[in-house]
């Protein structure tokens, strides 16, 4: 029960940059055999068209012969004010952070489940689906809660096939998406304020819980939804 991934294949979505890339980074790190998915990386994939995610996942079954892991990461954010949300902006975030990720978990599942075994890991966010932040910013949590939801019925679904399915819920990381906030003159101190811990997040404090649910130290976990947020969903900190 050890986080050895060796002999192990792992496929990435969304990681050209940020989490993705730390990722894969830890998983060829831990001895994984990595295929790091993106539009900017080697092995390009839109993960919006159905065509290229089979392609893609037809591709990886057939150099490695199996998929073990799927680390579903792929995301998008438009910080658009409520009411200035349009049809295109909201189909593109809807259609890469939940579509996108439904279209691989089905692709890289129906392997899966031919072999009766392996793991998923979906990203939410904690603001979807694990407390509300009213930040205008609607449809994006919403896609992260729909991901909640899906993690959940996956997990049901894929249990007889000794498949796992679980997600985290990052909470303020540091990365080029929430570059626009922690740019902002005041955001990043409301931001501390609200984090038990005091500091905002790094890539690395999500990598090991995803590296974490993907191992055969996690066996027994499934259906689990896991914030990485220095605390703020579970804390009130009240400063005497």
């Not at 191992?215 to 499934?222: C, P, V």
Request: hydrophobic share 45%; proline share 4%.
């Amino acid at each position: 029960m050890s986080f050895d991934f060796t002999g192990k294949t792992v496929l990435i979505t969304g990681a050209a940059q940020g989490i993705g890339e730390a990722a894969a980074k830890a998983f060829a790190t831990a001895g994984a055999n990595v295929i790091a998915v993106d539009l900017d990386t080697v092995e390009r994939c839109d993960v919006t068209s159905e065509a290229e995610v089979n392609e893609t996942v037809d591709n990886a079954i057939a150099r490695y012969g199996a998929i073990d892991v799927l680390f579903n990461n792929a995301g998008i954010n438009k910080r658009i004010p409520l009411n200035d949300w349009t049809e295109p902006d909201w189909q593109a975030v809807i259609n890469v952070n939940f579509i996108g990720s439904f279209l691989m978990a089905r692709a890289v599942g129906r392997y899966m489940m031919a072999r009766r075994s392996g793991a998923i890991v979906n990203m939410s966010a904690l603001g979807g689906g694990v407390v509300g932040l009213g930040r205008g910013t609607e449809i994006y949590t919403g896609t992260k809660g729909a991901i909640v939801g899906m993690t959940r019925d996956l997990a049901a679904e894929f249990a007889p096939y000794g498949i796992r399915v679980n997600c985290v819920a990052p909470g303020w990381i540091d990365t080029a998406m929430n570059a626009p906030l922690m740019n902002h003159p005041t955001a990043p101190q409301k931001v501390l304020d609200r984090i038990p811990l005091g500091r905002w997040g790094e890539v690395e404090d999500v990598v090991g819980p995803v590296l974490f649910l993907a191992s055969d130290a996690a066996r027994y976990i499934t259906g689990h939804v896991l914030p990485i947020d220095g605390g703020a969903a579970a804390i009130i900190r009240i400063t005497l």
